[in-house]
């Protein structure tokens, strides 16, 4: 499995760019926020990678960030979502709007992305939000004394959010666990995310 590749950016079509390493031109397909993000053509980038296998063909999918990545995986394990509906959420979308779509049950956030209509929109919200529940993942943080109810559901989806970037219930938990509950989600994410970084 290739987990990254690092080389020469030779060119990008609407669907996929081109990374050069050693003599070989690797075609990967990518997500319009990749794309925004990658250097001058000519320049060295590295791509986090994502290999799929069929009877038909094998193909390369690469982002520039881990989180999208992770991200892109975890819409691939929802029924009915295929690589194409996958990077047309994450071209419209970042990793970080669709964890709090998810961890809020925010269904019509995901409807944005071409292709893709509220019933599989639905299905991604229901679908990652069970898988986290199989994980392990709370569905209620404990609820200290003087936290309101509703500040517990923030800490809450903020978890199930930060597991749809790759993280393991039990880190999300302690993340979340540090911050202030009494904060809106998309700002526990945000700072649960500064400390995630802090450890790479």
Request: net charge neutral.
């Amino acid at each position: 499995m290739i987990y990254s590749l690092t080389g020469r950016y030779l060119t990008a079509e609407p669907n996929f760019v081109v990374i050069e390493c050693g003599g070989v031109g690797f075609r990967c397909f990518t997500s319009m926020s990749t794309m925004t993000r990658l250097p001058a053509q000519g320049s060295t980038v590295t791509l986090f990678t994502y290999m799929s296998v069929t009877e038909n063909a094998i193909t390369l999918y690469g982002f520039s960030e881990k989180t999208e990545l992770s991200c892109f995986k975890m819409l691939l394990s929802v029924s009915g979502i295929g690589p194409k509906a996958a990077l047309s959420i994450l071209s419209t979308l970042t990793p970080e709007d669709v964890a709090l779509a998810v961890g809020s049950g925010d269904y019509k956030a995901i409807t944005r992305a071409n292709g893709v209509g509220p019933k599989i929109a639905q299905r991604v919200v229901l679908e990652l939000k069970d898988k986290f529940k199989s994980m392990g993942a709370p569905s209620d943080l404990p609820v200290g004394k003087g936290i309101a109810p509703s500040a517990a559901g923030n800490a809450s989806a903020a978890v199930n959010a930060l597991m749809v970037l790759g993280c393991q219930p039990s880190e999300a938990a302690q993340l979340v666990a540090k911050l202030d509950a009494t904060l809106p989600t998309e700002e526990i994410i945000r700072l649960a995310l500064v400390e995630m970084a802090k450890g790479i």
